[in-house]
């Protein structure tokens, strides 16, 4: 079975500091990893995706993760806070159930960006 | 362009009402996913069609009734909702359904209310 765990509910920054988002995985198979955001009532974006090619991943806005198979973690960064990374993040993995793709979903992270 | 289209953005029915949401990719396709997502919890996913037949149910109550009228378009009927269905519906699609490392892109909502 696959399940993901992101390790803080809640994480607030200010502007222009870095950013952590954690994430934990279980897989017993090489995993599909993805982060998404999602802004206040606005439908998921996809940040970035790794599928076993190099393990760190750049993804759209200056977010990047890099995927540790011996840590079994996909942590999200970012260099430096912007007021629009206000969202909440979702790690996810992905495996094909029944013939089809799920996603498993962490219960999300909070980003709120301080002035 | 990886664009979901979901219509109507909002939607505010009676419990002895019938309604339905629409869901519309242009990218070609194959596979299409209904999600449900209560406030401040990550996606549930409800249904999936791949090839526009239906290949995973969610367990999820006959008052949802899923379509695949083609390949572009998704539709979920709603029927005898209770107050707790109340949620944002989210649709989203991904190009190959008997791969599990897929992409998902994902609709804005539509965000129904069920009085």
């Known amino acids: 079975a696959q399940s993901v765990t992101q390790l803080d509910s809640h994480v607030s920054v200010s502007e222009g500091t870095p950013v952590l988002l954690r994430c934990n995985y279980s897989s017993s198979y090489s995993p599909s990893l993805f982060w998404y955001v999602q802004h206040p009532n606005k439908g998921l974006q996809l940040l970035l995706k790794y599928t076993s090619a190099a393990t760190l991943v750049k993804g759209i806005n200056g977010f990047e993760a890099e995927f540790k198979k011996s840590e079994t973690s996909f942590h999200l960064t970012k260099p430096s806070a912007h007021m629009s990374d206000a969202a909440e993040y979702f790690c996810v993995v992905s495996g094909l159930i029944q013939g089809a793709q799920k996603l498993v979903f962490g219960q999300g992270t909070r980003l709120t960006i301080n002035p | 362009d990886t664009e979901v289209t979901q219509t109507p953005k909002h939607l505010v029915m009676g419990m002895t009402n019938k309604k339905s949401l629409k869901c519309e990719q242009h990218m070609g396709h194959r596979a299409m996913y209904w999600y449900k997502q209560k406030a401040k919890k990550p996606p549930e996913l409800m249904f999936v069609y791949s090839y526009e037949k239906l290949s995973i149910n969610e367990s999820v109550p006959s008052r949802f009734s899923p379509e695949c009228p083609n390949s572009s378009l998704l539709n979920l009927h709603l029927h005898a909702l209770q107050p707790e269905d109340s949620a944002l519906y989210l649709c989203?699609?991904?190009?190959?359904?008997?791969?599990?490392?897929?992409?998902?892109?994902f609709g804005p909502g539509t965000r129904l209310l069920v009085l």
């Open positions: 989203a699609s991904s190009q190959d359904p008997g791969r599990g490392r897929e992409t998902q892109y």
